[in-house]
């Protein structure tokens, strides 16, 4: 069965500091995996997403990833926060090669980054 | 381009009315996803469709149906609206690359 942890409800961070994000998986087979960020009543962007190829995984705002195969897990880190990044954070897992190409979520890790 | 567009944002019913909350997208994807967001419980799929004319239970799909009478189009009906049905509501439409591409939601308070 796919299934995603996140195993922090909340991070806090300074800005300037770096941050990370935890996330960890299960799934059948090879993961597809992803993180999308979500604003106050927004709906659910795309940050990044991990298919193949190189563990480390760069995306939008200057946020990365770095999938980990023995651990399963997919975190998500940024080397200086800004406040602007202060958001609700969700991974997302399925399966390669799902027809459906359902994704599993996280419970999300609200992130608050202060001045 | 517009995306997934989703009527209306906002919605107070009574206990017991319907209603129909529409998705839109104009990408011609042909995989469409319902998801209820509560707090602390994440995204929990209801319905889907992996095509015009063909939908299919998610993990929480009672007290909803769906249709998908047009490929852009994606219809979540509540018969019957209950309390527990308050929520935010988000559609999805997704591309070959299994990319989710999220509506703004729809927040909906059943009294």
């Known amino acids: 069965a796919q299934s995603v942890a996140q195993p922090e409800d909340q991070v806090n961070v300074a800005e300037g500091n770096p941050l990370t994000v935890k996330c960890t998986y299960s799934v059948s087979g090879n993961p597809y995996l992803f993180w999308y960020v979500q604003y106050p009543n927004r709906g659910l962007q795309f940050l990044l997403k991990y298919i193949t190829g190189d563990n480390l995984v760069k995306g939008s705002y200057g946020f990365e990833a770095e999938f980990n195969k023995s651990q399963t897990s997919f975190h998500l880190k940024k080397p200086s926060a800004l406040v602007s990044d202060s958001a609700l954070y969700f991974c997302?897992?399925?399966?390669?090669?799902?027809?459906?190409?359902?994704?599993?979520f996280g419970r999300g890790t609200q992130l608050t980054v202060w001045p | 381009n517009a995306g997934v567009t989703q009527t209306p944002k906002f919605r107070v019913l009574k206990t017991g009315q319907s209603m129909t909350l529409l998705c839109a997208q104009d990408?011609?994807?042909?995989?469409m996803y319902w998801y209820r967001q509560d707090p602390g419980m994440g995204l929990r799929l209801i319905h889907y469709?992996?095509?015009?004319?063909?939908?299919a239970k998610g993990e929480v799909p009672d007290g909803y149906n769906v249709s998908r009478l047009k490929k852009q189009n994606f219809l979540l009906g509540l018969e019957s609206a209950a309390p527990s049905q308050t929520s935010v509501y988000f559609c999805?439409?997704?591309?070959?690359?299994?990319?989710?591409?999220f509506g703004p939601g729809t927040r909906l308070t059943v009294t």
């Open positions: 997302a897992v399925t399966s390669r090669g799902s027809t459906l190409g359902r994704l599993y």
């Open positions: 999805a439409s997704r591309d070959r690359a299994y990319e989710q591409y």
């Open positions: 990408m011609n994807h042909e995989y």
């Open positions: 469709s992996v095509g015009e004319g063909t939908t």
